[in-house]
């Protein structure tokens, strides 16, 4: 597969000589990676001899100074590799994921995401990154204050037999301890008659960089939206499901609908932000992850991509 990076949002930083170590790398720049992180979003390390999993963990721990997070409140299916470090998305290699910020439905998520590439895709399976920050200035600012005025609902539905079960989502099947975890994390839960779970949390659809005071349009709205599902997958969970028993559907945050054509209008945003990075085997990728979304085209071939993620926000 022919690699490109040119345009995309991550600062690429390549390996000085074939056999320079990752990690006495990462010790000997930190602040300027950091930096650039901060500025640009995210950055590419190319051409490092990594070490598989083992030295993509010592990657998190030399660029984040802690070890990486453990996967909570989960909203797709993913595998652990090892520890910490987990599969990217485990959906179909046809279908795209849209462009979203890691955890931003949560009301404690990760600052810092890094990707590896054990193995790349044949074709396609390139990670579109968008700036946020350029989402948020491109919004239709009427758009954007409805938002910030209402807030924004996620609706998430776990089915016995449908999904990712509350079990494996909140890692416990104590019903009392899934209640603790809601209170703690502004979740109201609702406990189906069928032994499901509906949770519904509202939150605030723009925040502040903790490190830059930009504002940056920070949410999982339209990641979660029905209508940003493919067309057909769309068609078949509403044949299955009742809207208000969709696995995730969003709103604005006092429950009103939110119309077509601004969901069209968000997407569109989002996509006219995005650029696209393809992987060579070996590539790091560290992201800002409340500067840069990210999103993952349809692929064939292998394409292995591990994660991990880094210091949490609050």
């Known amino acids: 597969m022919t690699s490109s990076i040119r345009d995309t949002v991550a600062a690429v930083r390549r390996a000085p000589h074939p056999s320079t170590d990752v990690h006495d790398y990462i010790r000997d720049n930190r602040e300027d990676l950091r930096a650039t992180l901060t500025d640009r979003g995210a950055v590419l390390l190319r051409g490092f001899p990594v070490g598989g999993v083992d030295g993509f963990d010592g990657v998190v721990r030399a660029f984040s100074g802690s070890a990486p997070l453990t996967y909570a409140e989960r909203s797709s299916p993913r595998s652990t590799i090892q520890g910490q470090v987990y599969t990217s998305t485990d959906y179909p290699a046809e279908e795209e994921i849209f462009l979203h910020n890691e955890n931003s439905y949560q009301a404690v998520w990760p600052q810092t995401l890094y990707f590896y590439c054990i193995e790349p895709a044949h074709t396609q399976g390139a990670t579109p990154l968008a700036d946020i920050r350029e989402v948020y200035r491109n919004l239709d ?64 659809a723009v925040h502040t960089h903790p490190v830059t005071g930009e504002r940056v349009w920070f949410n999982h709205a339209t990641f979660f939206h029905v209508t940003t599902l493919a067309e057909d997958v769309r068609e078949g969970m509403l044949a299955i499901f009742d809207e208000e028993d969709l696995p995730t559907n969003t709103y604005y945050g006092d429950g009103g609908r939110i119309p077509d054509d601004v969901m069209d209008h968000l997407r569109a945003t989002y996509r006219a932000a995005s650029t696209r990075l393809d ?25 292995r991509i591990a994660v991990a993620m880094a210091e949490p926000s609050a």
């Open 279 to 303: 992987w060579e085997r070996d590539d790091v990728l560290v992201v800002d992850n409340m500067l840069a979304a990210h999103a993952r085209e349809p692929f064939t071939g292998p394409r």
């Open 141 to 204: 600012p009427a758009v954007r204050e409805e938002f910030e005025r209402r807030g924004w609902r996620v609706v998430r539905n776990f089915h016995a037999d449908f999904g990712v079960p509350w079990q494996q989502t909140f890692g416990t099947d104590d019903r009392s301890a899934v209640e603790a975890y809601c209170r703690d994390k502004g979740l109201t839960p609702h406990w189906r008659p069928d032994g499901g779970l509906r949770t519904v949390a509202v939150r605030s």
